[in-house]
């Protein structure tokens, strides 16, 4: 499906829009989530198992010199269970306009022009099953007139201030082990908790992996899982706030014991890594985000937006709110850096 905007084509990227994508990049500031999107654009692909969904709207070439991308958008695809039945869900990961475009009176409705074609395109109820992103209310009210782009909630954070580790404590209490990665088992663990919830993004070795690179500064600990099946896990790693961030949590409720092991040995990886908070991000329908409050963390804003758009006709992003187990592990990684672990939001949405 394509569809022109004055003298632009909005269309699906293809392989030959490679050196139109990387001059569209090369204009980007440094630090623009579609730069590092698109530089990764064929890696992205190839090494995610539900690929990626790109559009462009694209200037006509004619006799003018080599064709201008005006704007950029991409999600990437997402496994998920959607009440014990496989489907696909959708990141939106970036939405950017060239530098040319931006200021100027056609990009507000440019920018939501491609989403609009983005998502006719792929949220549907045979495709992307629920098309999300993290944003900003601007970005919101920006989206939600004819897009059906709601909030699903504006996630809050739960925060535990630390004491000093008392003389001669450990790395890890007994019971628990950090793993360089996760195997098959992660699966089945994965699949224990699924049953509590209603929708949720895949959980297996691959996504994990791909999630939390070995290269990254993430730590992994397990319960269980030394010969026999995973009771609960945590992969965490330093934020840019000098925290250490649970980005995600997958604990059955009936392990309690295992969740008390888990949160001791997030406490324990804080101390080893000199740090004096811990923070985490949990669905508020969840008995985990109830727990968490009994040991000690307190619960408080954040500025962001998780913004959906379901294509399931009688599920929308009300009943989301109240199932869908949402954690950081469900948004991309950005470019990796040692201190910094966090979202991207949609910046050129966010300027316009």
Request: glycine share 10%; with cysteine; hydrophobic share 45%.
């Amino acid at each position: 499906m394509t569809r022109s905007m004055a003298t632009l084509e909005l269309r699906p990227a293809s392989p030959a829009d490679e050196a139109a994508l990387a001059r569209f990049a090369a204009a980007l500031p440094p630090g623009e989530p579609a730069r590092a999107v698109i530089g990764s654009l064929m890696r992205y692909a190839a090494s995610h198992a539900s690929g990626l969904r790109a559009w462009v709207a694209a200037g006509e070439a004619g006799g003018r010199g080599p064709e201008r991308i005006a704007a950029f958008a991409a999600a990437r695809g997402v496994p998920a269970l959607w009440d014990g039945g496989e489907r696909a869900f959708a990141e939106l990961l970036c939405v950017a306009a060239h530098p040319e475009e931006q200021g100027s009176v056609r990009c507000p409705r440019l920018l939501v022009d491609l989403v609009r074609q983005h998502l006719d395109a792929h949220c549907t109820l045979e495709g992307d099953l629920v098309t999300y992103g993290l944003a900003s209310e601007k970005v919101w009210r920006l989206l939600r007139p004819g897009l059906g782009v709601e909030v699903l909630r504006r996630p809050p954070e739960l925060v535990a201030e630390l004491p000093p580790a008392p003389a001669g404590e450990g790395d890890l209490p007994d019971g628990v082990r950090e793993v360089p990665a996760f195997d098959g088992r992660v699966r089945a663990l994965y699949e224990r908790c699924a049953r509590a919830w209603r929708a949720s993004c895949v959980r297996d070795a691959a996504t994990l992996a791909w999630r939390f690179p070995a290269e990254g500064a993430y730590r992994r600990i397990v319960v269980g899982g030394d010969g026999e099946g995973l009771a609960g896990l945590a992969v965490a790693a330093p934020d840019a706030h000098g925290r250490l961030a649970v980005l995600d949590w997958l604990l059955p409720d009936d392990e309690r014991e295992a969740g008390e092991l888990l949160h001791l040995g997030l406490v324990r990886l804080a101390h080893v890594l000199e740090l004096s908070r811990i923070r985490a991000c949990l669905p508020p329908w969840s008995p985990d985000f109830a727990r968490f409050q009994e040991r000690g963390f307190r619960v408080g804003p954040t500025g962001d937006f998780v913004l959906t758009k379901s294509a399931h006709p009688n599920h929308d992003h009300w009943w989301l709110r109240d199932h869908w187990w949402l954690q950081p592990f469900d948004v991309a990684r950005p470019p990796y850096s040692p201190r910094q672990e966090g979202p991207a939001a949609l910046s050129a949405l966010e300027e316009t």
